[in-house]
């Protein structure tokens, strides 16, 4: 009971278009309410409208507002969030009309993102995309806007930075906007080591909530932030990852994706989904158990083409098999896997899974390694997938099969010794 009062009372507001299905706008209500969730309200009631098209002026109809009205007459809520982004002049005029706070469905996902930022730059892209939200909206609004309180929605920048002029906000966005670029050459000199040693990288990705995380640290032994919330983990992690015969890859946990992100963020996140471009491998994980798990795999399938990442191989993997949806049939034509991200026998399977994919990709070897070629014979162990390894009396050395990538040094050296 104690834990209700903190939370923030909210009112949902959604307005489906006829172009809309009906399944498609209860899903993404349903989202709606996950995301004030996850943001710490507490939603009271949903009001919903059909309309031909969405009200210019206000969003939803006359007839609505006057309906919240009497709602919020009797529920005293302390926020009203509407569905989709509201330009600037309807969130004028609802403002006038309603008494509590208003934000819309972007709002409150910069709000969550504020929340989980935990790096330096995972705090600037969201300073930066609240800022970029806020620029066209301060003219309107005037002092009532600049002056945000506590609660959701009003996290981030912070009172001060948002009091300031346009000026002010344009120059802390070319601020921001320098300091993310000398990250940016930080992360890429990183990636180019990375690449230097030759190293595997497979990227996890999925639509938010889909157990990347759960997954990711039981296969990296991490400590990547897992909670059932969405956007539980907003900065992307890399961490190594043994597969059963040896071989090393890395792995990176990366941030949920979501349908109709709000553009502003597209722009800001692209960069912490720079690590998928560089990926050699990518495990899509999907929730069997969300009963839109089709139309999120589609979202997080049309966002790698956005990201021109498609053609990396992938592997499909439908998590929380334990709970599946009565109605789960799976739809991706690539390959698969089937698991609970907390059961070991699937986990190992699944590794299984990544080492069959990995082999697909390298080229076989069978040499004869001198004795006395001790580091080379170590290298073999994790640098390469090792199915035979045997000490030849005759040639006084050891044979070695298995698989190594075309392009790593490695594959070089092995020639000198190809039987």
Known sequence: ME??????????????????????????????????????????????????????????????????????????????????????????????????????????????????????????????????YLLPRLGGKGIEMSRLGAGIGTR??????????????????????????????HRDRYRERRKKNKAFQIALVGYTNAGKSTLFNRLTEAESYEENQLFATLDPMTRKSILPSGFTVLMTDTVGFIQDLPTTLIAAFRSTLEEVREADLLLHIVDMSNQDYFSHELTVNRLLEDLEVHHIPQITVYNKRDIAHQDFVPSARNETCFISAFNEEDRKSLLVKIEEAIINMMEPFNVIVPSDEGKLLAQLKNETILRELSFDEGRQGYRCKGYSLADHQITGQLKRFSI
Not at 100 to 108: C, E, F, S, V, Y
Not at 164 to 183: F, N, P, T
């Open 156 to 185: 981030g920048p912070g009172e001060t930075k948002l009091e300031a002029d346009r000026r002010h906000i344009r120059r802390r966005i070319d601020d921001i906007k320098a300091q993310l670029a000398v990250i940016v050459q």
């Open 3 to 132: 834990q209700e009062k903190l939370l923030e009372k909210v009112i949902l507001v959604g307005c489906q278009t006829t172009e809309e299905d009906d399944l498609r706008f209860q899903y993404s209500m349903e989202e709606l309410t996950s995301l004030t969730e996850t943001a710490k309200g507490r939603v009271l009631v949903q009001v919903v409208q059909k309309r031909p098209k969405i009200h210019p002026a206000t969003y939803i109809g006359k007839g609505k507002v006057e309906e919240i009205q009497a709602l919020e007459a009797e529920l005293e809520p302390d926020l009203i969030i509407f569905n989709d982004e509201l330009t600037p002049s309807q969130n004028r005029n609802l403002s006038s009309s309603l008494k509590a706070r208003i934000i819309d469905r972007t709002q409150l996902i910069l709000d969550i993102f504020a929340q989980r930022a935990r790096s330096k730059e995972g705090k600037l892209q969201v300073e930066l995309a609240q800022l970029q």
